[in-house]
Structures are given as C-alpha cells and as structure tokens.
C-alpha cells in the first residue's frame, strides 16, 4: 500500500519553490522519490532548494520562471518536458494579496492580485495541460484558500481569484479526464509563510487567527505538502475536481460559544 504515495521515477515541476508552501511541497515530492523541478522567480532560492534535496540524498533540479510572463511559462514547461521525457506532475503555489477595503481599492492593485492568482495560474494550468494531454497522463495541484468560502473585510479581490482557482480545476478536470489527466487544488487555512510575515508580526491578529480553528493553531508548510503529495500520486488516481480543505477545520468550525463541559 506504501507504493501507491510513491512519486519514484515520475517528473514533478514546483512553482513557488523558493520558499513557503511551495519549498516545502518540492522537498515533500523529492523524499518520495520524484525528480523535482524547483521553479522560481528567485533563481538563487530555487537553487537552495534543490540543494538541500540533493544533500538528503534525492533529486532535483532548479530555474528561474517568470509566472507573470506567458511566454517563459510556456517555454520552461515545454523545455523540461523535452528534457526528461514528460512531465508527470505540476504544483502551483504563487499568490499574492493586498488586503484593503473594496471601496479604496484601485485598478492597479485588482490587476496585480487578478494577474497573478488568476491569470498567471491559467497559464501554467494551460501550459501543463497541453504537455500532459498529449502525452496522455499527469496530475496538477493548484492552491485555492479557505478565503474562496469564508472571507473577511479586506479579501475580496483575492477571494474571488481564490475561488475562481477552484473553478479553473473543476473546468480543467472535466475537460482533460479522457485524456488521462487529473487536475485538483489544495484550500490552506492561515499557515506561517512569507505571504503572512506580517499577520504573524502583530499578536493580536496571529493569536485571533490562531483561535479560529478548532486545533487552536497555524499550520506550518509541510502540512500543506502532504495532501499535494497525495493527490499527485496513485493514491488519489480516481480522485480530479477535487478541493482538500487543510485548514486545522476552520470551515467546520462557525465560531459560536462553546458550552463549558463541550
């Protein structure tokens, strides 16, 4: 039953590799036997990745992408697809967020947010798609967010692209089923990465945070690995439009009083 989470001999790209969630997936898909294809737009932090899996003994290699740029996408993907043979599996992690009231927000910060989260992820969703479908077989992850269900004042713009992540998937798993191809996401709740250094820098708002699931905590990034790992592998080989929640049961939860002896 071991082997159906091995990755062994498979191809796996990880955009977002330098760091967060993204770093921890690709030294989470090198340890189960997969070479892993660190991707950034930190070359140097890609690098350091692929280090630190080589030095455990597995395997990687790393370049710098550009996600904003539709060409090098396309062109890094197409090329390590060449390179190995295929391209056996796809995790896209990037995101961005600016966390500002809807009523004073401007074009230029919709269309950074949109850009990226959005249009960005279309595009390596696309790039991977056209490889694999040709190819007939391979697995993408996305990331979606607790915030494409549950949102707050301040996430609008990117709790639509976070839901509209989800719907990508759906759309993509429907259409590439046939050819062998199974397309899900990943939903964090609040985890300690970059993207929320300054969440964490004010007790207040980390500990409110904190207090909102049921297991009283963040997640740190590993524990978003685990369930990207499951869905690349044969384990999750009937599972595609799927989204896995990993949120410490912030959705279960609705934040009534709790009874004392409950």
């Keep these: 039953m071991m082997d159906m989470f091995s990755l062994k001999d498979r191809v796996v790209a990880v955009i977002g590799s330098g760091s967060g969630i993204g770093q921890a997936v690709a030294e989470a898909t090198a340890a189960q036997g997969a070479h892993t294809v660190c991707l950034d737009l930190n070359r140097e932090a890609a690098e350091a990745t692929a280090a630190r899996i080589a030095a455990a003994g597995a395997q990687a290699s790393a370049q710098r992408i550009e ?19 295929r391209l056996d599996g796809l995790v896209c992690t990037p995101a961005v967020n600016v966390r500002k009231p809807l ?100 007790p207040d708002w980390y500990n409110a ?13 590993r524990e978003m690995a685990g369930p990207a790992v499951f869905l690349l592998s044969e384990a999750a080989s009937y599972i595609t439009g799927t989204v896995i929640f990993a949120d410490g049961g912030w959705l279960a939860a609705d934040g009534r009083f709790t009874p004392k002896g409950m």
């Design 103 to 202: 009523l004073q927000y401007t074009m230029p910060e919709f269309d950074k947010v949109v850009g990226l989260n959005l249009r960005a992820n279309f595009v390596a969703l696309q790039a991977a798609g056209q490889i694999m479908t040709a190819q007939g077989h391979g697995s993408i992850v996305l990331f979606s967010s607790i915030r494409a269900v549950s949102t707050e004042p301040g996430q609008s713009v990117y709790a639509m692209t976070k839901a509209g992540i989800i719907q990508l998937a759906k759309t993509a798993a429907t259409e590439w089923a046939k050819h062998g191809v199974r397309v899900n996401v990943v939903g964090p709740g609040v985890v300690e990465t970059p993207l929320t250094a300054g969440i964490k820098n004010d």
């Design 209 to 221: 945070y904190a207090a909102k699931n049921p297991m009283n905590r963040w997640a740190q990034p």
């Design 67 to 85: 996600l904003a740029d539709e060409a090098d996408v396309r062109t890094r993907l197409s090329e390590l697809a060449a390179r190995h043979g």
